[in-house]
């Protein structure tokens, strides 16, 4: 991607690079060190680990990719498992990048930045780049990404080689650190009575359909959920408005 | 099937089965700036969304997670979440803490 960006600016990029060692970015590592634990504790090599770090970069997939092959199940079924978790990265970056690009950015590019996108850089950016020039945005993002990624793939291959020593309960806690940090951190990203709304029928919504359509309780109570917020979200502000 | 083809074909399934979701939402973007209406009823979405996630993650675990309690994780998302309220939003005692109650927990009941 390099050759595209020589409107990459250094200041951002480290300013982005630090932030790769915020708290979110050190729970996000722990997040891959146990997705690597996981690889090596159902005997698959390393390279897998690495390999799906690096072109899915998107944790709650990948577990869910291994988790199915390991178990057995037919590469349709893992597929199909693994697609219905990743299908909240087009939310994600649909919403990503009117916030990132530039009017100029041409659209390879824009492809190529959203393979970054997840749920801990979604909230990062979103809570970042706003407050940023809209020429500094594109520069702090990459920082930000590449070096998350850079450590992410050392925590991965960490955790591939400390699962042996490591107990079942220290295992399960390290993936237990994904589900806090995602409720914690969209909570505090929730600022707008719309995204509170969310995060509250996001939860409400999400236990009845897991009992009724197991395969489909992210979607429908994600959509469900966010749609009845943004439609009482916006009632609310027009009542406001007169 | 050999070990390296294996290997790059996870891979592949990995990247086929996340990408195109990133690539859509490039695509679907494009006539839309920050504050245009959808892209706020996207994001809504978005938030709704990872908010199901957690849900899941917790109730229907897979991998090591799921030898754990369900009790311990309950607390332990509780914990950290009343603990985040209480401190205003401060993310890493309120984390330590949940991760903490949750290590407890398992060790208390197994």
Redesign the interface.
Known sequence: MGKGCNFMKGKQVIAGAKTALS??GI?LMIAFF?FG??VR??D??L??GV??TL??F?I????????E?SRGAS?FT??IA??L???????????????LREPSTP?WQ??GL??F?A?TV?IQS?NSL?ALERGDRISFYLGHCCMMMCLTVGTTILGYYSAQHLS??????A??????????????G?KTF??R???????L???P??IFF?DL???G???????L??VL?RAKSKVSDE | MSNTQSVLLIVALGFLATEPWRWLGVAFSSHFNEDDEIIKYVRTIATAFIAALVVRLIFLPSGALAESELASRLVALGGASLLFMMMKGRLLPAFVTGLGLFLLCEFLMK
């Open positions: 708290p979110s729970v146990a634990a996981l504790s159902v698959f090599p390279s897998v390999g799906l072109f899915t998107a709650p997939s990948q577990i869910v990719l291994v988790d092959l590469i893992a597929v693994t697609t978790t990743a299908v909240r990265l087009f939310p994600l970056t649909m919403s990503l990048m009117p916030t659209k824009q492809y959203s393979h996108n749920i979604w979103m706003p079942l309960t220290y295992l399960a806690g993936l237990m650190i994904t589900p806090i940090y995602f409720f914690l951190s969209l909570f505090a929730s719309c995204d709304l969310a995060f509250l029928f996001g939860t919504f999400a236990i359909m897991m197991p309780a992210i979607l109570a994600g959509f469900l959920g966010g749609t917020a943004y979200g």
